[in-house]
């Protein structure tokens, strides 16, 4: 792949951005809440709810997406999205929900409808909308970039950008929260402007250096010297109605439907569950190994509740994830050598292990008032599975049934219908916790991991639509 230089340059570009697009799509979709949360002055359900619309909205969005994708081509419709996601991030820091900088936005003044409380609720609102639905746009950017520029090395090249998502549940959701809690003060606004700033850039390197695919420069996939053999015969124009009469379509809807669901549910509510154990357990918590950081963070007043999460989770996240890193590259390789229907098999087994990592605290926290250690580490080792696995794995299913050609005509309705039940995962998981049956929630979700294996296993009878080229 390397040996064609000119070819090399446009990878290694892709692969360093890729990496980019992957760690800002993963925290502004789902991570970052867990910050706002952990600091706002509003009700989770209150900050939940723009994210949650947001996702009905994306299903649309991605079909939108994906036919502008087809119809103009991807730089073109990604570099807006960027730009607009910048700008929710101003607006939310702009919105300053924030218990500890300014007492006037307690929950209290917000339930007596403060005027000026509302109003800055709003601005959060339709800040955090906005980059819901526009932040997606690099996930699938980075997809389809992925698929035209490579084939051979599909599975190894998402597994290299899919870097990005783990990464940012080690520098993102551990390192930001716990920095934002010790140096900060609780005020998440410089994260925000940081990642606006960030955008921009990124931005302006999309339209400097990255093109939509290999033809664009004279160059064919991998940086071959030839087109893919593969592709010999006439394209075939996939509408709407054929990806829906397709068997394998709904193959994919369902499998990687059920892993995405279990991202969305165990990542969008995770503060949400340590913040409840903190509270029915407080007895406990104040006389355990955390009492002193219980207390001194206020008990249950202003971030006392989030004792648990930053005094021992996001600490070993952090570990978990950054030894769950090397597995988004590791998936790709097995995509690689062994077949997509292998890898995909390996990874719904991963999704377990967040899910019992989560669940296993339950008892730990309400006996000692401290966390289960070794399953904190299994949850962030999980983490890094899904949120790097998910990404790497999905695009390279729908390469392996669909090819190059064809990858965004059948992505497009796939990720669409995809996006029905995760649109409210994490919501069912919030309230389920809020009402005090969390521990039911995680089951649920270990059946949904279940129903999501069984249906990989039709694909061990498939043939990769491009195994000419694999290699």
């Keep these: 792949m390397l040996k064609n230089k000119k070819f090399a340059k446009y990878a290694i570009a892709f692969n360093i951005i890729g990496i980019v697009f992957m760690f800002l799509y993963s925290g502004l979709q789902n991570d970052q809440i867990n910050i706002i949360q952990g600091f706002s002055a509003w009700e989770n359900t209150s900050t939940q709810l723009p994210m949650t619309v947001g996702n009905f909205v994306c299903i649309v969005l991605t079909f939108i997406f994906g036919t502008c994708f087809i119809k103009f081509g991807v730089r073109k419709t990604l570099i807006p999205c960027i730009i607009l996601s910048a700008l929710g991030c101003v607006g939310i820091a702009a919105a300053n929900g924030l218990a500890a900088i300014n007492p006037a936005l307690q929950v209290a003044a917000h339930a007596a409808n403060d005027p000026a409380v509302e109003g800055i609720y709003w601005l959060f609102w339709v800040s955090l909308f906005v980059i819901r639905c526009t932040c997606m746009c690099l996930q699938m950017a980075g997809f389809q970039l992925a698929a035209s520029w490579f084939v051979r090395y599909r599975g190894r090249v998402l597994g290299i950008i899919t870097l ?10 551990s390192g930001m929260t716990t920095f934002i809690a010790n140096n900060l003060g609780g005020d998440y606004r410089p994260f925000y402007y940081g990642i606006a ?31 893919p053999k593969s592709e010999n015969e006439d394209e075939v124009k996939l509408s709407v109605g054929d990806v829906l009469k397709k068997g394998k379509s709904w193959l994919l809807i369902c499998n990687y439907g059920a892993f995405q669901f279990i991202i969305n549910a165990c990542m969008g509510s995770m503060v949400v569950w340590f913040v409840h154990l903190c509270v029915t357990n407080a007895g406990t918590v104040e006389t355990g190994a955390l009492g002193g950081m219980f207390m001194g963070m206020g008990g249950l007043q202003g971030a006392g509740a989030m004792a648990l999460f930053v005094g021992q989770a996001v600490k070993w996240l952090s570990v978990g994830a950054i030894v769950g890193i090397p597995m988004s590259f590791i998936f790709g390789v097995i995509d690689d050598k062994f077949g997509t229907p292998v890898a995909s098999l390996i990874l719904g087994i991963t999704e377990l292990f967040p899910i019992f990592g989560l669940m296993a605290q339950y008892n730990a926290v309400a006996t000692t008032g401290s966390c289960n250690v070794p399953m904190l580490v299994l949850w962030g080792f999980g983490v ?33 219908i995809q996006l029905i039940p995760s649109a409210v995962a994490a919501m069912m998981m919030t309230i389920l916790i809020n009402s005090g049956k969390g521990v039911l929630g995680y089951w649920i979700l270990v059946a949904i991991v279940i129903f999501g294996l069984a249906t990989t296993i039709p694909m061990f009878k498939m043939k990769d639509a491009m195994a000419e080229d694999r290699g």
Excluded at 164 to 173: E, Y
């Design 197 to 227: 700033v960030l955008l921009v850039v990124v931005a302006v390197l999309v339209a400097l250096i990255l093109r939509d695919k290999p033809e664009d420069v004279g160059l064919y996939p991998d940086g071959a010297d030839h087109a």
């Design 384 to 416: 890094a599975c899904m949120t790097g696995g998910v990404p790497t794995l999905h695009p390279a299913s729908v390469g392996f049934m669909f090819g190059r050609r064809e990858y965004q005509a059948a992505n497009r309705v796939i990720m669409a």
């Design 164 to 173: 990005g998502s783990p990464l940012f549940s080690v520098v993102g959701t």
